[in-house]
């Protein structure tokens, strides 16, 4: 079974294998669904597609690289790489279902390898993200909502690295194989992985420690 | 495990989701750093061939080692200054009227992506001695991005 557990990729993950077939349930598309058509239409000769696929993955694979701990700019040349990688590869791509999640699977790769590089180059520098809520102000974005942020990210921070690592990959990076495991397996796809499950546990504890309302985050 | 757990998971997902993007935003103009780097790497896009207009090449037969190259489609013009350097390399300076979102000069074995700088400016160095075409994307004043590449010249 794939499992993100591993907060390195190591290979037992293949991205070019075919994935399940898609749940035609669902109304809207999901991410990887829209990602696949797209990347099929380029396939076949449509080279807009493909911008539009870069659009809509770009957002992700940032967030899934940085989740490595990169600085900013080795973060944008892994997203590029990426990119360049696909264009240059796709053939690879048996299947392509396949697509978001090989390029997660390549993003996760290039990043551990150039994070792996940064850290001999520059062992002391850690950065720390200073929250900067709120960022901008809308009429939903009440007080509240951001006291909520605030909380949530204030728990997310004690969390190991390990953890934050693993819980800011899953949150991004949807992908077929998840969702298919968990029809075929009757099974709710937030319930597979165990240290996943440890890592959102452990969050929970921290939040209810924080006075987080249990029911606030089943809405 | 529940459905109801599997709710809150998803929920809690969405809501960690929002917090990262609050906290650590991507880039702005990344999104569209991206697109560019694509469509100049993707050769089955069809890109508008900007033509010669003008050429210095006397310079180069001369004893300067520079030479000034001119391409346009009659819309998006590019201008090239080359000059070689003391280590027989090259080193390119360009212009192109329109913003320039990403910039490659494309040899049989390698390429050079170019530095980006303001106001259409960009620059490609250590170039070597040899034929190439350069690969561009650009965004004209209405935001329509467009891909261009030039015949192949010497460099």
Known sequence: ????????????????????????????????EHAAALFLRWREGETRAMDELVRLMTPVLWHVVRAYG???????????????????????????????????????????????????ADPTEVEHLEPHLPTHES?????????EKRQLWNSVERLDDRCQRLLRIIAFDDRPDYARIAQDLAMPVGSIGPTRQRCLGKLRTLLEGDGWRRDSDED | MKTEDFAADAALFARLRAVWEDVDPMPADLVDRMVAAVAVEDLSREYALLTLVEADLAAVRSDSDTATLQFSDGTTTVLLHITQMEDGQHRVD???????LDVRFVQASREFTAELGDHGRFALEGVPAGVGRLRLSVRDEAGEQHDFQTPQFEV
């Open chain 1, 1 to 32: 079974m794939t499992d993100i557990d591993r907060s390195e990729p190591d290979g037992h993950e293949r991205p070019g294998d075919a994935p399940p077939p898609a749940s035609d349930e669902s109304a809207v598309p999901a991410r990887w």
């Open chain 1, 70 to 120: 990169l600085d900013r700019a080795l973060a944008e040349d892994v997203v590029q790489t990426t990119w360049l990688t696909l264009v240059r590869r796709h053939e690879t791509i048996q299947d392509p279902r396949a697509v978001s999640g090989w390029l997660t699977m390549c993003a996760r790769r290039e990043a551990w390898r150039v994070g792996k590089l940064q850290r001999r």
């Open chain 1, 139 to 147: 009429a939903e974005q009440t007080a509240g909502v951001e006291d």
């Open chain 2, 94 to 100: 360009g212009w192109v009227d329109a913003s320039a």
